[in-house]
């Protein structure tokens, strides 16, 4: 193995706070509940679209549903980065597969401006190609922008594994065809994610554990 293309919310950043204050300034903009932190925890992982569609009442059919988005972005565009930090050990690990020589990059379903503004921030030495949401590439689970990384970072798929922590990610690299690294710090439980396929052999606890593990590849996909 030579690449690594990781998830960025819950996997390489905590930016649970951040996303719930956008959602509830939003919310509470148009006159709806707002929500705690855990259920935004729950409503995350399939992009803007879905968690305002989660987050608002009666979803994607209220009428106020696209102004609602639109506000969520505004703020999230100029707030993302007030509560948002890499997760305790990432930095640490990005260098440590840098010197090691592996190519890196992000794929996530946020929206394409903002995942290209937090890895500059965080991870621009480190992060060679950042794709998010955007109208010309099929968000995850479709495995496009798994496939729009490799082709940026001119490596191969079978050199290559995903690292994420929802069930979006296991799906994601299913359909990448790619081994699927389950991180435990993240958005999802250690139960939810063997539910939804994580096998337990490639689940990790730690930022730590991952450059052990990637030394045992070649494995079973």
């Known amino acids: 193995m030579d690449t690594v293309i990781f998830d960025l919310d819950g996997t390489l950043l905590n930016t649970l706070e951040d996303l719930t204050d956008s959602v509830n ?3 509470e903009r148009f006159g709806f509940p707002v929500h705690t932190i855990e259920e935004i925890r729950s409503f995350v992982g399939n992009g803007a679209p879905t ?5 608002i009442p009666q979803g994607r059919d209220n009428p106020s549903y696209e102004a609602v988005l639109t506000a969520f972005k505004e703020h999230y565009a100029a707030h993302c980065e007030d509560k948002t930090n890499p997760y305790e050990g990432v930095p640490e690990l990005l260098e440590r597969l840098r010197e090691e020589g592996y190519h890196m990059a992000v794929v996530s ?3 394409d401006g903002a995942v290209k503004q937090l890895c500059k921030k965080y991870f621009g030495e480190y992060i060679e190609a950042a794709i998010g ?3 010309d590439v099929a968000r995850k689970p479709a495995p496009d922008t798994v496939y729009r990384a490799l082709r940026e970072l001119s490596c191969d798929a079978s050199r290559a594994v995903y690292v994420g922590d929802s069930e979006v990610d296991i ?3 299913k359909n990448a065809s ?3 690294v389950s991180v435990t ?3 999802r ?3 939810q994610l063997k539910e939804a396929g994580a096998r337990k052999e490639l689940m990790i606890r730690t930022p730590q554990a991952l450059l052990p593990l990637l030394r045992r590849f070649p494995g079973e996909a």
């Open 51 to 55: 968690l305002i569609g989660r987050s």
């Open 109 to 111: 379903n946020k929206f």
């Open 185 to 187: 710090w993240g958005f």
């Open 178 to 180: 790619l081994p699927c």
């Open 133 to 135: 949401e955007s109208a």
């Open 189 to 191: 439980t250690e139960a």
């Open 171 to 173: 799906q994601t690299a």
């Open 25 to 27: 300034y939003a919310m």
